[in-house]
């Protein structure tokens, strides 16, 4: 019996793919617990309209992505830090600090999209990338970290 996954169903495949499975399977498991429908002409027509939809809606996301990268990359954050007199920091800026400076001017960015492995802990100009759509779009910030005083 064929079936349009509604689900991803582990061994078996992802959300939307069309599967043979056996008809015990299917009728007991797959479609008892709304994990999967019947492949029929109209369920493979709703499938197709709802990818259809998805497209469009993906292709939005890339390009509001795009429009962020372009602000990003216009727009440096600028840190102030205590240093010792040889230079060393005290303390750091780190993902949460970067996400709060560029609110404040505007731009919404989630911190776990920052691409970060340490928080930034010397003085100078660092750049750091961010995923702003699935590893297709990537934007840059630059990080001015300077001595308070």
């Keep these: 019996?064929?079936?349009i996954l509604l689900k991803d169903i582990r061994k078996l495949?992802?959300?939307d793919e069309v599967k043979e499975v056996s008809d015990g399977?299917?009728?007991?498991?797959?479609i008892k617990n709304g994990y999967a429908v019947?492949?029929?002409k109209g369920s493979k027509k709703v499938l197709d309209q709802q990818m259809e939809v998805r497209k469009e809606e993906e292709a939005e996301l890339k390009k509001e992505a795009e429009a962020i990268k372009e602000q990003l990359e216009n727009t440096p954050v600028e840190f102030l830090l205590?240093?010792?007199a040889n230079g060393q920091v005290f303390g750091s800026v780190s993902t949460k600090n970067i996400v709060?400076?560029?609110q404040k001017k505007g731009i919404q960015i989630d911190k776990r999209k920052i691409e970060l492995d340490a928080p930034i802990?010397?003085?100078g100009t660092t750049r750091v990338k961010v995923d702003l759509y699935r590893n297709q779009v990537i934007g840059e910030i630059v990080v001015k970290v300077r001595q308070k005083g």
Excluded: D, E, F
């Design 1 to 3: 019996m064929k079936v």
């Design 13 to 15: 495949g992802k959300k």
């Design 25 to 30: 399977y299917a009728r007991n498991y797959l």
């Design 38 to 40: 019947a492949y029929t």
């Design 82 to 84: 205590n240093a010792g």
């Design 100 to 102: 709060a400076a560029l």
């Design 121 to 123: 802990s010397s003085l």
